[in-house]
Every structure is written in C-alpha cells, then in structure tokens.
C-alpha cells in the first residue's frame, strides 16, 4: 500500500520554528521526488518545495525562500520540512505528495500522484 502520513504541525507564534515530516512507504518505484503543499481557506493549493531524488536537487517557492529548508532521511525513507521565521500567511493545511518524475520549478500539483492526509501549521501574530 502506497502511504505518505505527515507529522509535525501545530500552533505557533510569529516568528517561531516548525518541523514537518513526510514518512512514505509501499513506493514501487526506484526513483521519485517528494514536494510539499499548503492549502489555506479561501486559498488555492500553493507549491511549496519539492526535492529530487535523482539527484537532490531542490526548489523552493519564492515566499518561503530563505525561511524553509527540505531534507530527506533514506534510512527512514522520510522528507522533512524546516520552517523558520513562520509569518502569520505560512497558516494552511500542509501536505506532502510523490511524483515519478516533477519539475524542480513553479511546482504543478496533477505532476504529483499520491498525496499525505495533511497536518495544520497555524502561526499567531
């Protein structure tokens, strides 16, 4: 069964720290990326980041640029998302989802086949 669950959300103030994980399993595939998204209400779903397995490349949306930094864990099988210097517009339902092959650019969510359930990231001012 292919799985992505995400953990790591919560409630936090203005210009505080958050780290998400993206743990996967039941991947057949040798190589795939991992991106993360954010939905917030009223909000289309918005590209985050995403990082290349074939490589390790990485792409990040220019409003989090500088702030967020992904990272993958093979002896987990896990991405993870560092959020620092959160701002009150980082508030939105974050998920993570696979793809067999994305474009590390302005990300496209149909490039992404399966998705997480999500996890809340609430920032307070």
């Known amino acids: 069964e292919v799985q992505l669950v995400e953990t790591g959300g919560g409630l936090v103030q203005a210009g505080g720290s958050l780290r998400l994980s993206c743990a996967a399993s039941?991947?057949?595939?040798?190589?795939?990326?991992i991106g993360w998204f954010r939905q917030a209400p009223g909000k289309e779903r918005e590209g985050v980041s995403c990082?290349?397995?074939?490589?390790?490349?990485?792409y990040y949306a220019d409003s989090v640029k500088g702030r967020f930094t992904i990272s993958s864990d093979n002896a987990k099988n896990t991405v993870y998302l560092q959020m620092n210097s959160l701002k009150p517009e980082d508030t939105a339902i974050y998920y993570c989802?696979?793809?067999?092959?994305?474009?590390?650019?302005?990300?496209?969510?149909?490039?992404?086949?399966?998705w997480g359930q999500g996890t809340q990231v609430t920032v307070s001012s």
């Open positions: 989802a696979s793809a067999e092959g994305a474009t590390m650019g302005p990300m496209l969510s149909i490039e992404y086949d399966f």
């Open positions: 039941g991947f057949t595939f040798d190589d795939y990326d």
């Open positions: 990082i290349g397995r074939n490589d390790n490349s990485t």
